[in-house]
């Protein structure tokens, strides 16, 4: 993996997005295009809460290093109260029920990875961030 440019950050996170390299590379490209400004998260009760300010750097699906995020905003709710408002920052559907039916799938294959029950009552992070550093990929 290459180093990333600002190798003294404490980084909140190190990820990539999804759950697999095609998946990451994806929504990699909708992130670094200005048009993922959002994310959606289940985080469990063992699990660090991001706060307004953190900083976390996203790989690609490679596993290389592709950019820096900053977390601009966050609100918890339960996944049936996420509204159309929220989810289109996410950049990824044209419609609410195309993001509905295809997070409803992604939840639930997250929930039998990381033994949790998900439903339409599952807490669910909401997360605006904006792209603080691009790396040269």
């Known amino acids: 993996m290459n180093d990333p440019k600002n190798t003294n950050q404490d980084y909140f996170e190190i990820f990539a997005f999804g759950d697999s390299p095609e ?5 990699l490209a909708l992130v ?18 991001p706060n307004i300010g953190d900083l976390s750097l996203v790989l690609d699906g490679c596993g290389n ?11 918890t ?8 408002d929220m989810v289109k920052l996410e950049g990824e559907d044209e419609t609410f ?3 509905r039916t295809g997070n409803i799938r992604y939840w639930t294959r ?9 439903t339409e009552q599952t807490p669910i992070t909401f997360e605006r961030f904006e792209v603080v550093e691009i790396f040269n990929q």
């Open 23 to 27: 998946m990451a590379d994806e929504l």
């Open 32 to 49: 670094l295009s200005g048009k993922k400004t959002a994310t959606v998260s289940v985080i469990l009760e063992n699990e660090k809460t």
């Open 65 to 75: 290093p592709a950019c820096v995020i900053k977390t601009v905003a966050l609100e």
């Open 77 to 84: 709710v339960k996944f049936c109260n996420l509204t159309w």
């Open 97 to 99: 029920e195309e993001w």
């Open 110 to 118: 997250d929930a039998a990875k990381r033994g949790y029950t998900f």
